[in-house]
C-alpha cells in the first residue's frame, strides 16, 4: 500500500472522526434493546439486512451519484443528492449523524 493511501485510511481511524470505535450505531443500539440482535448469528443477519436493504439499494447509488456531481463540479447536483440523503433520515438524530458525519469527513 502507497504511504498516501495508508495515510488516508488513517485517518479513518482519528478519534475526530465518528467511526471504527467512535462509530454511530445506526439502529443497532436500538435492535438489541428490542431483542432483534441477541447473539453473533442475530449480529450477522442484522448487519447484512442492512447493508442489503439500505447501503446496497440506496445509499451506495446515492454516493455514486455524489461523487458524479462532485466530479463534475456540478455543485447544484451535488445540493441535491446531499439534500435527497440528508431527507432519508427518518429522524433527528439520524439526520444530526449523517450531518455530523460529513462534517467530520469534510474536516
Not at 488513517?10 to 443497532?28: D, N, R
Amino acid at each position: 500500500m502507497q504511504s498516501a493511501s495508508l495515510l488516508h485510511l488513517l485517518q479513518l481511524a482519528s478519534p475526530s472522526l465518528p467511526v471504527g470505535a467512535y462509530s454511530y450505531s445506526q439502529g443497532l443500539e436500538s435492535a438489541m434493546a428490542r431483542g432483534l440482535v441477541h447473539d453473533e448469528h442475530s449480529a450477522r443477519v442484522w448487519i447484512v439486512d442492512m447493508l442489503d436493504e439500505i447501503v446496497a439499494r440506496f445509499e451506495a447509488p446515492l454516493t455514486w451519484r455524489l461523487i458524479q456531481a462532485f466530479e463534475a463540479r456540478d455543485a447544484s447536483a451535488v445540493a441535491h443528492w446531499t439534500a435527497v440523503f440528508v431527507a432519508s433520515r427518518d429522524s433527528a438524530e439520524f439526520r444530526a449523524e449523517t450531518v455530523q458525519m460529513g462534517y467530520s469527513l469534510a474536516k
